[in-house]
């Protein structure tokens, strides 16, 4: 089971945690993988690594589950879908650390689906190993 999740004013959306611990016990039981989206992601400083590095201990700490493997990557300023006060203070925040990314008429994707894709390819490559060997 892979699980992913975006991280919005520094935590992960309550649906999703509720999903997991909800069904803790099931996921487990089974090879399990989480990841992690979220604009903090995309800036490359150490603070930033801490603070993408808090809130997934957080998710882990409240959930209680201990996935076999973990990602995280950069998000998506999505300016068109906020509302007015949510889009003032995004663009604000972002003005200070992104200069060029502030045209509020539309959306910035910094996700590297790509790396999801082989986050997600490697997990069930490793799968496949391991079945192999036990065999």
């Known amino acids: 089971m892979i699980v ?3 991280v919005h004013t520094k935590k992960h959306e ?32 150490e603070e930033a690594r801490s603070q993408v590095g808090e ?3 957080r998710f882990i700490e409240e959930t209680g589950w201990h996935p076999d493997s973990l990602g995280i990557f950069a998000g998506e300023l999505a300016y068109t ?6 889009r003032y203070f995004m663009k604000r925040i972002v003005k200070e650390k992104r200069p060029g990314d502030i045209d509020t008429s539309r959306d910035y994707e910094y ?24 065999s």
């Open 111 to 134: 996700t590297n689906w790509e790396d999801v894709r082989r986050f997600s390819e490697d997990f069930l490559e490793e799968l496949s190993g391991d079945q192999g060997q036990s």
């Open 81 to 86: 879908r906020y509302g007015f006060v949510k």
């Open 4 to 6: 992913g999740a975006s």
């Open 55 to 57: 809130v997934l201990e």
């Open 14 to 45: 309550d649906y999703v945690r509720d999903f997991v611990k909800n069904n803790r016990g099931s996921l487990e039981r089974i090879p399990s993988a989480f990841f992690s989206v979220s604009l903090t992601a995309v800036e490359k400083t």
